[in-house]
């Protein structure tokens, strides 16, 4: 199989991907952008629910399946047939360095496709199952249901309302990003021990992992986390203002920033009230001090503001929207956006200085390269 001129950390390694939707599309992705080559088996006829998951849609394809599976090829396979499941087993023995899946439990043996059968034929197989729960658990699950379940909605929202979902699926996204460095880890791990091994990533688990210094303190006091909308329990001031034609977001997080800020402001007699000298003082005199930080703020617009406190290194800015967020990244060098024979695609955000990552090639149409991995089956079966 005649491999694309690819460059990158991961060139040479080679990616069987029979998972779909995002998580696991997501990690596969980057494995490409990192240099990998991938062949994605999809189902005959449908292929990945994604493609079907609009509008929008682009020539045909959802723009939500787009955003997960450039770099790839498609071969459609049934799986339910033993030929497909020849070919598969042929792939990852004598092919890939990595499988990925993200079936229900049971469904990859069902197939006559166990992992631990795959990498019994082939030793030095990294093999990687993404799911929904915690093995034992064999509920579905999907990226709302793990923000819920989790516990990540119940931090997210203003303070008297309900609980709300972060607006990205970031529960499919973080355990995405879990499971590439879980790969990346197992194969460094062979390059040393010369054997591959299991990886297995759950979507609720990661969404606990992303708790971070928010679950470290429940740990520490036994307290319940609470909702702050925009505020911060442990900073302040950390949280959203009305300048005087939109919102200017401010993140203090020490007492220097703070006295440059007040400065700013033109009143530095703040840093020296005993109710706002220290972090500690701000916190428990958040309300007071948001109403004067407000009251003075309203007075100029966002930019304004944006760059008088740039200049004195105090972290603040504006409220964007993705369309301006991404004009403004485009300003600065590797853009953040780019195209793919007419297919736009957000890159991802390594800036390496020697060996690279980009997005190579645009997410395949369904089936697109299902005679090309055919071809590659006959040829591995003549080698045996």
Known sequence: MAMDQISGSLAGIRVLDLSRVLAAPYATMALGDLGAEIIKIERPGTGDETRQWGPPFLAEESAYFLSANRN?????????????QELVRTLAAGWADVVVENFKPGTMARYGLALADLRRDNPRLVTATLRGYPEGDDRPGYDFVMQAGAGIMSLTGPQDGPPYKVG????????GLFLLS???SALLMRERTGEGQHLNVSLFDAQVAWWANVGSAHLVTGTPPGRWGNAHPQLSPYELFEAADGYLAIAVGNDLQFRSLSETLGHPEWAQDPRYQTNPDRVKNRDS????????????AVSQWTAALDARQVPAGPVRT???ALAWRQTLPHPVVSVLEGIPQ????????????MPRTPPPHLGEHTQEVWALYRSLKEKE
């Open 289 to 300: 001090l948001h109403d004067v930080l407000q009251e003075v703020l309203g007075q100029r």
């Open 72 to 84: 790839k090829k498609s071969c459609t396979v049934d799986l339910t047939d033993p030929a497909g």
């Open 322 to 324: 993705l369309p301006e």
């Open 182 to 184: 879980g790969i990346l």
């Open 346 to 357: 957000i890159a991802l955000p390594w800036n390496f200085s020697g060996s690279g990552s």
């Open 168 to 175: 990205i699926a970031i529960a499919d996204i973080t355990a």
